[in-house]
């Protein structure tokens, strides 16, 4: 039952990313689905890169995003804040709910390892209302 629990995440991440997918300057590399000892959660990892001038659409999670930049740097967006720029080295995050996207501002691609830790039954993101 754990392994079908697993697919369906997965499932849901490949389902909730080709959404995201029409945006051809984003690229989405899954790393592992791990179930967490916390009932009902899960946290997802993967890879995401930004060709220069690409836009990460706003969107929410039904959990939290950490992510580190390991290459370039992003504009992050984040609801009634102001907005940051991220750096390669540094990392941000944001909380379950908030509306949030980016841009990558830069000529050069960025690239992120983001972990989401979001509820197992539902999408890893749905994307926010304009």
Do not use: C, W
């Not at 051809?24 to 590399?29: A, C, S, V």
């Not at 690409?54 to 609801?79: K, S, W």
């Amino acid at each position: 039952m754990k392994n079908k629990s697993v697919f369906f995440s997965i499932l849901s991440l490949l389902l909730t990313t080709s959404a995201f997918a029409q945006a051809p300057e984003i690229k989405r590399t899954p790393l592992q689905t791990v179930q967490l000892s916390t009932p009902g959660k899960v946290a997802i990892q993967m890879i995401v890169e930004v060709a220069p001038g690409g836009t990460i659409p706003r969107h929410t999670h039904p959990g939290e995003e950490i992510a580190y930049i390991m290459n370039g740097e992003l504009v992050l967006l984040v609801d009634g804040k102001e907005s940051k720029v991220v750096k390669t080295g540094e990392s941000f995050s944001v909380p379950e709910g908030s509306i949030h996207g980016g841009k990558n501002a830069s000529a050069a691609a960025a690239t992120l390892l983001v972990t989401y830790v979001v509820d197992k039954d539902k999408p890893v993101a749905t994307p926010a209302k304009n």
